[in-house]
């Protein structure tokens, strides 16, 4: 978060969030994938489709379980309501379990003890002890922001003294900075940062210092550290003397220091483009899970993902905010994310608009600050009044709560959204969202390892300019129509009582993965009513479960797997009586290429500028024969990649499929080593998942 530093906001104010943004690839210009989405400002509701949007749920293919952090909000100290009785039994009611202090970029500028932040508005009744009042009546944990702008590891280190051994507030969550790739580094900068050095690897260093300081006063605490979503600017550009880009950096030298990594998310573009870059998360996460294993040290996956700022640019107090949180928080969670929080609670009013009919504010709060416009001309709704994030916050509580287990579940509509999760006590919730702004959607849902009650579900649901989320029960489990622009959870419960299956075995892992093979290997589940039988290996496919093989062990080599591809897999107890249990956690790994081929590619980048970079493949001919006249396919794991240019070769592209073709000049490779290359500039608009695999005249080659 920027904030406009020396301005003075009066008490009654809260500062606006600039409106200036960061470029960001994720943010670029994107071609909508459907014509209806282009505008949002037409509220009519036309008749609906008559063929139903199909809905598949799948409760045996876990996804990551929810964490009593996960659903959360950002306090702000120049909010002086930040504490209020009333803001606090709000955010309550909304189900936020996580409050992040002291305010984005703030957060580098702000002195805890003498609570004052140089160059910015300080508002009363906003001080740390009253922050964490106001947490303890919300029932939420603090996640706490350690000044590294213009801060030092003694401050922060006297800061978890005062909290958890003077106070024993028990704060658990400490984050070294906000945003400090944006301190000019890069060429951008809007972070506050006194350090003579602004590079990734001096902050790197000083996190370690951070954490060292902050650990010796209190070891049970989580420290982390500020990494950029892969696929926003700067990811992927190396500075100054840098050895690679900022999160490569950071990670590498405080990565055995920290216990999470801290990213923002503002997709950017109108409404409709912000629903649809939700899309671009899955890939998003990945690529960052890659990032911590690659570079993080040993035990990598000890390290836990925050995301502590998450807003939009159009529709912020309106329906398209609130869809993009529920749709957003729910992908996000999916994922194994552990906290999103969005920007804001209050922030004040911006421009004024009209969104799918209702007026916006555009306000990056999720409660109305009571404010008004600079020559008075419009004033929003009474202080506190919840705009319509609020209501998708709301939504979310009622949808996901803590130790619930995500499960796929997918829409063959992309103007649908589905999301399922699955309680501890067997109940089955599915979140389904229109992003239709101008029709009702009937769906038709379809259950593979759950059978819902006869009894009618219970229905939650926020409409368009709805003031609240309503709760009734009736209808079908199995079909519903959906409101144009809204949100819908069902919640069903089983058919039939869940006793004597077998407890879910543990966390897979996997080991020996080549291009064909991989060894999956799990503890063992505890039986339930009757012994284990068997343990079946599934692959998620979308929201079907394909299974690869089964066992009475607890590991199984799956075979015939496709080189290049990225599987999740759960594994399955069946006992003696044919009682399946729940499904294990998810496990993700990518398949490799052979070792050994007649071809052999080294794919490289260069130069990445945040949307684009310069690339090179060489190709080797490691056969015994001559190559006479060549050519080189693979595809893009993405749609947003694409060949923009390239040279010494002829480059095609057709949808994500990439073909290079020789010259004259380079069609022959001689046997046993013959090589050569050629360049392209790639381009991407969302992150740049690389290409694995490779194909020279239809063979499969080894990639160094």
Request: proline share 8%; hydrophobic share 35%.
């Amino acid at each position: 978060m920027q904030n406009p530093s020396g301005y003075a906001y009066p008490a009654h104010l809260s500062p606006p969030r600039p409106t200036r943004r960061r470029w960001t690839a994720l943010g670029a210009s994107l071609a909508l994938a459907v014509g209806v989405l282009a505008t949002v400002d037409a509220p009519g509701v036309r008749a609906a489709d008559p063929d139903p949007v199909r809905v598949t749920v799948n409760a045996r293919a876990g996804m990551a379980t929810v964490p009593d952090t996960a659903l959360g909000v950002n306090q702000a100290i120049w909010d002086t309501h930040l504490g209020s009785a009333e803001t606090s039994d709000l955010l309550r009611a909304a189900g936020v379990r996580m409050l992040r202090y002291p305010g984005g970029s703030y957060s580098d500028i702000y002195h805890w003890k003498t609570h004052t932040a140089p160059g910015g508005y300080v508002a009363p009744n906003t001080d740390f002890d009253t922050f964490m009042a106001g947490a303890r009546r919300v029932g939420a944990q603090p996640m706490i922001v350690a000044n590294y702008g213009t801060g030092t590891p003694a401050e922060a280190a006297e800061w978890v003294r005062y909290a958890n051994v003077t106070k024993e507030y028990g704060a658990k969550y400490w984050t070294v900075g906000n945003e400090n790739y944006g301190n000019g580094h890069y060429g951008s900068g809007w972070e506050a940062d006194e350090h003579p050095d602004k590079s990734a690897t001096y902050y790197a260093n000083l996190v370690v210092d951070y954490a060292e300081a902050m650990k010796a006063v209190d070891p049970t605490i989580k420290v982390g550290a500020v990494l950029t979503m892969p696929g926003n600017w700067p990811d992927g550009i190396t500075a100054g003397a840098d050895p690679g880009p900022w999160n490569r950096t950071v990670l590498g030298i405080a990565g055995p220091k920290i216990d999470f990594v801290d990213v923002h998310w503002y997709p950017g573009g109108g409404a409709a483009q912000s629903l649809e870059r939700i899309a671009h998360v899955d890939d998003a996460v990945h690529l960052l899970r890659q990032q911590i294993t690659r570079y993080a040290g040993p035990d990598p996956d000890r390290i836990g993902i925050s995301l502590t700022e998450l807003n939009v640019e159009e529709g912020r107090t309106t329906q398209p905010g609130a869809l993009f949180l529920v749709d957003a928080y729910s992908r996000l969670l999916a994922n194994g994310v552990f906290t999103i929080q969005w920007w804001n609670v209050h922030n004040g009013i911006g421009t004024v608009s009209t969104v799918a009919g209702h007026t916006d504010y555009g306000d990056y709060g999720l409660l109305s600050s009571g404010t008004c416009t600079a020559d008075g001309s419009v004033c929003q709704p009474p202080l506190n009044t919840p705009f319509g994030p609020y209501h998708g916050l709301t939504m979310m509580s009622r949808f996901a709560q803590p130790g619930d287990r995500f499960v796929r579940a997918a829409a063959d509509e992309p103007l649908v959204s589905a999301h399922a999760v699955r309680r501890p006590d067997g109940a089955l919730a599915v979140l389904l969202v229109n992003k239709d702004p101008a029709n009702a959607r009937p769906v038709a849902i379809d259950y593979a390892g759950f059978t819902p009650s006869a009894a009618a579900p219970t229905a939650h649901v926020h409409t368009n300019g709805a003031t609240a989320v309503t709760t009734s029960q009736g209808g079908s489990a199995t079909s519903r129509t959906l409101p144009p622009y809204s949100s819908t959870t069902l919640v069903l419960r089983p058919a039939d009582a869940e006793t004597g299956r077998p407890g879910a075995p543990g966390q897979p892992t996997a080991a020996d993965v080549t291009d064909r093979t991989a060894t999956v290997s799990w503890p063992a589940a505890t039986p339930g009513a009757a012994p284990i039988a068997k343990y079946e290996v599934h692959r998620q496919n979308g929201a079907v479960s394909e299974q690869l093989g089964e066992t009475a062990g607890t590991s199984f080599t799956a075979g015939n797997l496709v080189p290049g591809r990225r599987y999740t897999v759960n594994v399955l107890a069946r006992d003696t009586a044919g009682r399946v249990s729940w499904s294990s956690p998810p496990l993700t790994f990518t398949t490799g290429s052979p070792t050994e081929s007649s071809c052999a590619v080294r794919f490289t980048t260069d130069g990445d500028w945040g949307n684009g970079y310069i690339g090179g493949v060489e190709i080797v001919n490691t056969g015994s024969a001559p190559v006479d006249g060549w050519t080189l396919t693979w595809t893009w794991p993405t749609t947003w990649q694409q060949v923009s240019s390239g040279w010494n070769a002829t480059w095609e592209q057709t949808g994500t499929a990439v073909r290079v073709t020789a010259t004259a000049d380079n069609r022959r490779l001689a046997p046993d080593g013959g090589s050569t290359s050629a360049g392209f500039v790639g381009a991407y608009s969302g992150p740049n998942v690389l290409p694995t695999v490779f194909r020279l005249n239809g063979a499969l080659c080894a990639t160094r």
